[in-house]
C-alpha cells in the first residue's frame, strides 16, 4: 500500500467532515446597500452571502466547511497527512506553523485541529516551542 493508498483509508476511517477553501466570485452591491458574493465550493454547489462578517460557512450541497481563507484546510490537511503517516512531523508542523507565524491562525486554534487526530494539545505546542527554538538569529529579529 503506498502512501495516496494509506492517506485515503485513514481518510475514510477518521474524517467525518471535511473542510475546503472557496472561491468567491461576482461580488456586488445588494439590495440594503451592502456588499454580496457568491461563494462557491468544490463541489459546485453555490451560496449567495454578504461579503463582510464571515470566515466559514457549511456548504449545502455536500455538507462540507467551507473557509473564507486557506489557513484552516490546510492545516487540516497537513494534520491528517501526518495522522496517517504519510507525512513526517517536521515537515507537517512545518506547513502548519508558517499560518501561526504569520498570524492567520491562532495557535489554539491549531492544536483544537491536532486534537481531532489524535495529536495532544500538548504535543503542539511542545513542537511550537521546539520550533522557535530553532530559529537563527535572524530569524528571531524577524
Not at 88 to 111: C, G, M, P, T
Request: positive net charge; proline residues 2%; contains cysteine.
Amino acid at each position: 500500500m503506498n502512501n495516496f493508498q494509506k492517506y485515503q483509508a485513514f481518510n475514510k476511517e477518521h474524517r467525518k467532515v471535511k473542510r475546503v477553501e472557496c472561491s468567491i466570485t461576482n461580488k456586488r452591491k445588494g439590495a440594503i446597500g451592502k456588499y454580496v458574493c457568491d461563494v462557491k465550493c468544490e463541489c459546485g454547489h453555490t451560496m449567495v452571502r454578504m461579503f463582510a462578517g464571515w470566515s466559514a460557512l457549511t456548504c449545502g450541497g455536500c455538507g462540507a466547511e467551507v473557509y473564507r481563507h486557506e489557513a484552516i484546510p490546510e492545516i487540516d490537511f497537513y494534520y491528517r497527512a501526518f495522522a496517517s503517516g504519510t507525512c513526517d512531523k517536521w515537515h507537517a508542523f512545518d506547513h502548519i506553523f508558517k499560518y501561526v507565524d504569520s498570524r492567520k491562525v491562532q495557535l489554539e486554534r491549531v492544536a483544537a485541529i491536532g486534537e481531532e487526530y489524535g495529536v495532544p494539545k500538548s504535543q503542539t505546542f511542545n513542537m511550537r516551542q521546539r520550533f522557535l527554538e530553532m530559529r537563527t538569529p535572524q530569524q528571531k529579529e524577524a
